[in-house]
Every structure is written in C-alpha cells, then in structure tokens.
C-alpha cells in the first residue's frame, strides 16, 4: 500500500514572514519520516528560500495511493560514502613514525568550575606527525617551494569527477601504466583499488604493499589526472629510497591521497571525491575525511 503523510505546518522566513499549511498531504516512501526530513523536502519542493524555524505538528501516516505519477515523483537520492580510516589513539599509520597522542586539555570534570551549574564542555588536545590516517599529500610535502595546503585551490580537493580503476593485490603489486589504459583519467580523480585496505592496522599492512610505478605515474602525468588515491600503505615502492611517484605527481601539482579505504564501495565512474585538509600554512601533508558522493536513481 502507498504511504502518504498528512501534517499540519508553518515555516517562517528569516527575511519576515511565514507561510503555513493544515491538512498538507504529501507522498512518501516509507511508513515514517521524522519532522526534519519532512520540513527539508517540502522546502525543497515548494522551492522555497530564506526558511528559518520550522514547526510540524499534527502529523499522521497514512494508507493512500501516491497521487503523482511515478516520472513526476523524483526518487534521486545522493548517498556519501566515506573512504577515511578512523584516526584513534595509538594508531601507527606508517612504521617509524609516532601514533597520535588524543587527550582531553580540558577534561568535562575540570571546565565545571568556570561555568554555571549544568554546563559543561571538552576541549581536546591531539598531538600528532601530519602523516597520521588517510592523508592528502601536496606538492610541499616533496619540494621546499612547491604549494602547501593553505595554496592549493580549494577546488582542487573538491567535488572532483573520479574514476576507480581495481587491480587486485593478489594480482599484482607493482602496478604499471598498462593496467591504466582503457580508463577515462583526464581531469578526474584517479582512484586505485586495491583491496590492501583489509590489511589495516595490522603488521602485514606496511610491506610489500601495492605501488605505482615511474611509468604508471608519468602515465597519470601526461593523461593530466588531477588527484591520485590509493588504499594501500604508500603510493611508492617503499623498498628502496626513491619516490618517484611522489616525485612526478606532485611535481606536476597533481594531488595524493594514501591509505583510502572502502573503494569496494563505490562504482567505477559516475561519482564525484572530495578530500579536504585544514588550511595549515607550512604543512604539505594532513589527513583529510575522504568521500565520495553518488546520485542514486
């Protein structure tokens, strides 16, 4: 049976005014919705602006045939999925360098001094090296005059058409250009599925990981790629000393993000990455909350 909702409301402007309805009847598709989400769809199908408080009262579900027809009632839904590992106490991210200390500078206990009876607050205190969790690595971070996180646009870490690209780890570990070829990369964010990521936070996540190789990353180069990701330990062979992945990309202000997770996730295309760090001024490296936004239909 189709379920419809029937409520009473009144929206108030925050420019004057308000606008008020009883007995508003609208179509839904499951048996409940909580006030928030009836108030935000109604505003956005009433296209309504400039909506401060909102009151819904009176609300009732109800059994009764959707009145749109089904092309008229949208069912676009945007769904995030967040590609970041958690960042805790003790996690050690890449070996020989220190976990992150999290601790209380304020504990809840100790602020009750400083304000009225039943007020209370946190302020935390984290202490940490910047390549800590899933992190985004700009040109800074390779060369002493390359851009650091408070110069880079901030489209450049935004809203980025993206495009997965799976190569197994079982498969392979170096990962070379030809596994690149046949994908749409110009302009996107390069993603590289790997399936590493089940190895987090365990020993066997920081050797013999997957990599890119020179060629693959000069490959990325010439295709103009605007950010590349991986879930895996390090986008570099980490074997020996050189980087030359970091190298090509970040010399050519192309993006990195290491240690994603959850790629399985996501579809090949269609989506769009979005990793954005703090706006530190001197710092080429920062964990970022790594997401990507789909429209599902």
């Known amino acids: 049976m189709d379920k419809r909702v029937k409520f009473d409301f009144e929206f108030f402007f ?5 606008i008020q309805g009883k007995d508003f009847r609208l179509d839904i598709e499951d048996d409940h919705i909580s006030d928030q989400a009836l108030a935000d769809y109604l ?12 009151k819904i009262s009176n609300k009732e579900i109800i059994h009764e045939k959707h009145k749109r027809k089904a092309a008229e009632h949208s069912t676009d839904k945007v769904v995030f999925i967040d590609l970041s590992h958690t960042i805790e106490q003790g996690l050690i991210t890449y070996k020989g360098l220190p976990a992150p200390i999290i601790c209380d500078y304020l504990s809840r206990e100790d602020s009750k001094k400083y304000y009225e009876e039943g007020t209370e607050f946190q302020i935390g205190k984290i202490e940490m090296v910047s390549n800590t969790g899933t992190y985004i690595d700009c040109p800074f971070h390779r060369f002493e005059n390359g851009k650091d996180l408070s110069e880079v646009d901030l489209y450049c870490f ?12 079982w498969e392979t570990l170096a990962i070379t250009e030809e596994y690149l070829k046949n ?3 110009r302009n996107r964010a390069v993603l590289i ?3 590493w990521d089940k190895h987090w936070n365990t020993e066997h996540y920081y050797e013999n990981h997957p990599y890119l190789t020179k060629g693959a990353a000069q490959y990325l180069k010439d ?6 990701g991986i879930d895996s330990h390090n986008i570099d062979d980490t074997s020996g000393k050189s980087r030359p992945v970091h190298t090509l990309l970040l010399g050519a202000e192309i993006l990195i ?11 090949d295309d269609d989506f769009t990455f979005s990793a954005i760090p703090p706006k530190f001024k001197g710092v080429g490296t920062f964990p970022v909350r790594a997401m990507a936004k789909l ?3």
């Open 257 to 267: 993000v290491e240690h994603l997770c959850n790629l399985h996730l996501l579809p």
């Open 14 to 18: 925050t420019n004057g005014g308000s």
């Open 295 to 297: 429209n599902c239909f």
């Open 43 to 54: 505003i956005k199908d009433l296209r309504l602006l400039m909506v401060g408080e909102t």
């Open 158 to 169: 935004t809203d980025l058409e993206a495009t997965v690209i799976r190569i197994p780890y």
């Open 223 to 228: 295709c103009c790629a605007k950010l590349v």
């Open 183 to 185: 994908h749409e990369v």
């Open 193 to 195: 599925h790997t399936g």
